[in-house]
């Protein structure tokens, strides 16, 4: 049973540039989270994606946007980059918010795509 | 600003000894589940209380919660070196169901 899958795993970019991040959910997920970890803290929530449409956003600027496909998986991009974006980005997929049990809670995590940006 | 905030931030033990860690939080919650990061990879669940639990176990975890302190705490015994990694609480409400917010974590060091 395939867990979240994430790519690229690694990439460099340089301020102003656009990058786009992809990733799988863990088979049986519907529900699709990223968030942003800098070096030395907690992830941060960036948004959700259930049912092909942002359902949460959390404090960052609309040069982040994203997208869910139909078979659930879903992308990241960032628009003009700055320095400040350079992270390990972490996508991870869960149950639908709001099912019975307590799963919808439970996040599956994928390894992540570090980002540096020069 | 982040929801949780554990404690320690750094943490350093012998193999064989116990290990907690502590989450402090700011606002009423559903949940709160513990997490481990190894390096720089991804998040891996561990344990999940709910607001009305007080206790929960699995295997060498225990985690208490106290809501009217708003803290919980991980206690990890009999540690191993394979225990080395950094631990995260998070926490989730009524509000915004369905996304964890997370603290700066907790670097566990279990030396041989």
């Known amino acids: 049973d395939a867990g979240v899958t994430q790519s690229p795993t690694h990439l460099i970019k340089t301020r102003g540039q656009q990058v786009t991040l992809r990733c799988s959910p863990k088979?049986?997920?519907?529900?699709v989270s990223w968030y942003q970890q800098a070096l030395g803290q907690g992830p941060q929530f960036i948004f959700q994606y259930y049912e092909e449409e942002e359902r949460q956003r959390g404090n960052f600027p609309d040069r982040f946007s994203g997208h869910q496909f139909p078979n659930y998986s879903s992308e990241l991009n960032v628009n003009a980059l700055l320095l400040g974006d350079s992270a390990l980005y972490l996508c991870?997929?869960?149950?639908?918010?709001?099912?019975?049990?307590?799963?919808?809670?439970?996040?599956?995590f994928g390894a992540g795509s570090r980002l540096t940006v020069l | 600003s982040q929801q949780g905030e554990e404690d320690p931030q750094a943490l350093s033990i012998q193999e064989g000894e116990n290990a907690t860690m502590n989450c402090s939080y700011k606002?009423?919650?559903?949940?709160l589940q513990w997490y481990r990061q190894n390096s720089g990879r991804g998040l891996v669940h561990l344990i999940l209380?709910?607001?009305?639990?007080r206790e929960k176990h699995s295997g060498r975890l225990r985690v208490t919660l106290d809501t009217s302190k708003k803290s919980s705490s991980l206690l990890i015994t009999a540690s191993r070196a394979a225990d080395t990694a950094s631990y995260f609480c998070?926490?989730?409400?009524?509000?915004?169901?369905?996304?964890?917010?997370f603290g700066d974590g907790t670097t566990l060091t279990v030396k041989p």
């Open positions: 606002t009423s919650i559903n949940n």
């Open positions: 209380i709910r607001s009305n639990e």
């Open positions: 088979s049986g997920h519907d529900t």
């Open positions: 991870a997929s869960s149950l639908a918010p709001g099912q019975a049990n307590s799963g919808a809670n439970v996040l599956t």
């Open positions: 998070a926490t989730t409400n009524n509000t915004n169901a369905g996304k964890s917010t």
